[in-house]
Each structure stands twice: as C-alpha cells, then as structure tokens.
C-alpha cells in the first residue's frame, strides 16, 4: 500500500497544449514510472497480443512526444528545482520558482469550434476504444488491467486492488461521459493495454468557481513503461475534454512535477496490527513487543458518541448541507451538487461507507471513508491488506478526535486491516490523538 506523499493540483489545460494532467495514486510506482521488477502481467496471452505490444513499443520511440518517464522522479521539493521537466516544461503550469499572484487560468479558453476533432494518432496495431463500465466484459478487462499493472509501492509489496464496483463509482458520476473512460487496445487481440479516465467536478479557488475535471486511473500495461504511452493518452484525454468546453483540471501525483498548489502526506493508523507486521506493512517500533503494540492499538467494541450510525438516505438532506458548510471555509475546495453527494456518500457495500451523529431527528456530525485494498504481492498466508481511507468529515456537536475514533471502531468492526488520512482540511486534530502516525 503506497506510503509516500501525495502532491494535490490544480492547472489550466488547452487544446493546444498536450495534457490538463497526469495522475497517479500516492505511492512509489505510478503507472507511467518504468518499472519494470514485477512479473510480466502479458505472461499467459496469446503471441498476437505480445507481439502487438512489443511493436508498439518500437514505434512509440519514434512519435513527436516528449516522455513521463518518472523512474527517477524527483521525490522532494528541492530535488525537484534542480531537475529539468521536459514535458511539464510545454505546459500551462507554473514553473516552480514563479509566484502566482492572479487567480486565473494561465491560458484562456478557446472556442470549441477550435479544438482538434480527429483523434490523436496510434501506431496501426492499436486503436482508441472507450471502455463501457456497463459491459461486464470490458469492466473486468479494466479491472485486470489496473490489478496487473496500476500503482505499487516503492518495494513493489503491495498493490491496489480496485474492484468493479468501485471502479463503477469513483467513475460513473452524475456528469461522466464515456468517451472520457479512453482505452488503447491491440488490433488483432482486442486486448486493453492502456487507459486514462476523467470526470467532471465543481472546483472554488477562494471566490471563483471553475468547471473542471480530474484525471485518474492512468495506467499503461508494463510492457509499454517508459515508451512514452503515458504522453498520448494525456493529448488524447485532454482533446475530448477540451470538446465539452472544459479547460482546467484538477489531479494528484506521487512525485513532484511542476508545481505542486498543495502537498500532503498518508498516516496510517493499524486495526490489525500483528497482519500488517507479518506482511511488513508495518514494523514493531524499537523497544515495542508484539503484546505491547496489540495493546496499543486496541479499540472500544462499540462507538462512543451518542447517536452515532450509519448513514441512511433519508439523512442526506442534513448531511449534505453540513458538507456544504464545512468545504465553505477553506480557499480551495470541491462543490458538490446534492446528486453528486448522494452518489459519493450514500453508503455501498465494499465501496463506501458513512455515518451520521443524530440527536433528536438533527443530524450534528459526519464522517465517512472509502474502501480500497491492497494485493499483498509476496506473501504465503495474506492475499490482501483491507484499507478504509478516510472521505469527508464534519464535526459540529462533538469532537473531530471523538467523532474519528468511533470511525476506527467502525472499521475496526468491518474488519478493516488499517486506517489511512491525508493531513489536509482539519484532519491534523486528529491524526496523533487517534494514533495515526507518518512512520510506518
């Protein structure tokens, strides 16, 4: 499970400059990073597809596009001022020694009457093939294709495990398109071998409010790592999000490309603690015994907080509007419309969960985090760690540190194997006092 710090962004993006973004998951190994360790994922398909790999690999060498290859990417701020980034370097972004002082896009929108209407060019072997989340079929070979290939840690120990469902809601959100869920697929095998995915969001930056979508699951099968795919599939996704008259994006990256608008970092806290240690997601800390550590990290059988529940949809109503409230005090935050709440937050088995504080028919409090485990990579006895990782959280008639606990006690309860938190928003009131800590 990706440790590593996570850097949030937010640029402009235009049709005439390749990408809004690139997106990885928190972690060592993004999709676009080169590695290479782990066992070929093509292992068991048919010589077509192979082959097809292999030459489109040769002739991706030889297109006009500058590579993302991150292999060795830069993992902190000063290392990253030192280093020369080619392809960000031809973007709208800021460059890291420039001070913004404008609220505004770096390049204005363009009509879209402007924007190029033919697809971005693949070698003949490979074409563009969006990928239906409604055909089972096509759900499975994205959700292989992230299984197989998506983020690992630096150790290549474990990996993200999305499943179909969860693949269907962090991707069908009231707005989404298809054409903007972009595959590439081999001509003579039909194989799906990359994909790059992007939805529409509501951003306010202080008092303006911008159209946007953010870029995810970018992934490219292992074979294709470091032939630069990654800066296509951006051109490709950029263009059809240009074509709704969208020209900003918002993204996340585990490394540090030009220029991080924020930075922040995992903590983990342990809900099953001699698992996480015999996997090696975590370690005993120095003077610590095994008993000691268990005992630490023991939890209530039952939450605390009087009223505490699960969320149910008769209390979206309240629970939105608590949402709303709360995002309206910080400077850069998402706008949610009800329905896009209802789809984020209503709970789903093995997707989402939420819960509310209620006290005579009021809802005061809420708090939900989302499920997402992790393949254990080499392990004889656990196939995969349970992480929940903390959403959106609102405390108004308790604590923010009571309200988090009772949501371990939860997880705890759902057999959840650890608990994960960005220090954003106001998480860092409860991070220490929980026992979440940044030194796994």
Known sequence: MPKDEQQNSAESANSSKSPPNETTKSGGSSEDDGKSGAKDAASGTSDTAGSSMNDLARQLRQLDVLTLNQRSAAKDMDEAKRRKFAFWETQPVPKFDEQVTTNEPIDQPIDISQVREEPFSLPDQFHWSNVDLDDEKQLKELYTLLTENYVEDDDNMFRFDYGSEFIRWALKPPGWLQQWHCGVRAKNSGKLVAFISAIPCTIRIYDKIQTMVEINFLCVHKKLRSKRVAPVLIREITRRVNQQGIFQAVFTA?????????????????????????????????????????????LPEAPKCPGFRAMAPGDVPQAYRLLVDYLKTFDLAPMFTLEEFQHFFVPRPNVVDSFVVETNGKVTDFVSFYTLPSTVMHHSTYKTIKAAYSFYNVATSTSLVELMNDALIVAKKHDFDVFNALDLMDNKQFLSPVSLSCDF
């Open 254 to 298: 585990g490394v540090i490309i030009p220029k991080p608008i924020t930075t922040c970092r995992y903590w983990h806290r342990s809900l099953n603690p001699k698992k996480l240690i015999e996997v090696k997601f975590s370690h005993l800390a120095r003077n610590m015994t095994l008993q000691r550590t268990l005992k630490l990290y023991k």
